[in-house]
């Protein structure tokens, strides 16, 4: 294979949507909205997602090392990890990419890499939470977001698990106000919200945790829906949709058995070439 060609291949690559996609986000809430992040805890963030990813690599999975996956992760927890405690953000970062290559059922790592370090580092500090406010509330940058969002979707080939999870719910949202009497309003303005757009179409969304099959993936995206609604109103827990993705993740391997499907792969193999084994730990 050519070099023009692997570079052709790297660019298809959909983990480069979602990095320049995540870049624009990082540097609008930063420059525009005035993010409180501390550039400390990113430098450490993306350092120690970076080192993990290359030990690990070499260590553990004995594979050549692969940044892209680390890159994004580190993104989303620079976006919605808050702490005032730089080892915390570093621990962030191991757990993120440490449970990769620790946490597999038949070749596939469980959980997604952000949300099991965001849900880990609540668990164990009270110093550490998630910003999910910030982004406000106005409905065109609710709407810049999600296009964006549906990019990378489109170049990944998973956007059933984020459709699925968006419509069922703000389907609940939407019939709780009714059921209410309250005005449509606020329903709307529950799903103009930052940080759920990120967790949909970037986190839940994310091929390498989600189910293989089509039909597995828009049962999880509901699954995923209906748990976050009874955590924030039933439990009224916040941050319900990071606390249901991470509940609902062990779920996935049995809609693997019962439903079938082609594992994904971010660079599919050209022909007459065998099978890449970059991109399994990402």
Request: hydrophobic share 55%.
């Amino acid at each position: 294979m050519g070099i023009a060609t692997k570079m052709f291949a790297a660019i298809r690559d959909p983990r480069w949507y979602q990095v320049f996609v995540l870049s624009v986000l990082l540097g609008f809430g930063v420059l525009i909205l005035d993010f409180g992040i501390y550039w400390q805890n990113a430098v450490a963030i993306f350092a120690m997602a970076q080192v993990t990813q290359f030990l690990a690599s070499r260590l553990i999975a004995r594979i050549p090392y692969d940044p892209l996956s680390a890159l994004i992760s580190s993104y989303s927890l620079t976006l919605l990890l808050r702490t005032d405690v730089i080892t915390l953000a570093m621990l962030a970062a191991v757990i993120a990419i440490g449970s990769k290559f620790l946490v597999r059922v038949r070749g596939k790592h469980i959980f997604n890499p952000a949300n099991v370090a965001l849900v880990s580092l609540m668990l164990l500090s009270d110093r550490a939470w998630i910003s999910s406010g910030q982004w406000g509330s106005a409905t065109i940058g609710a709407l810049a977001l999600a296009c964006l969002g549906m990019l990378v979707l489109t170049r990944a080939r998973r956007a059933e698990t984020t459709l699925a999870f968006i419509a069922g719910y703000a389907g609940l949202l939407f019939a709780r106000a009714l059921w209410l009497g309250d005005p449509l309003a606020i329903p709307l303005h529950q799903v103009q919200n930052g940080a759920l757009l990120i967790f949909a179409f970037f986190m839940i969304s994310d091929p390498k945790t989600s189910p293989d099959a089509r039909i597995g993936r828009v049962l999880y995206g509901s699954l995923v829906a209906s748990v976050a609604y009874v955590i924030q109103f039933v439990l009224y827990e916040p941050n319900a949709p990071i606390l249901a993705l991470i509940i609902c993740a062990p779920v996935v391997p049995l809609i693997d058995f019962l439903f079938r499907g082609r594992s994904y792969r971010w660079q599919q193999p050209a022909a007459g070439s065998a099978a890449p084994v970059k991109g399994v730990y990402s």
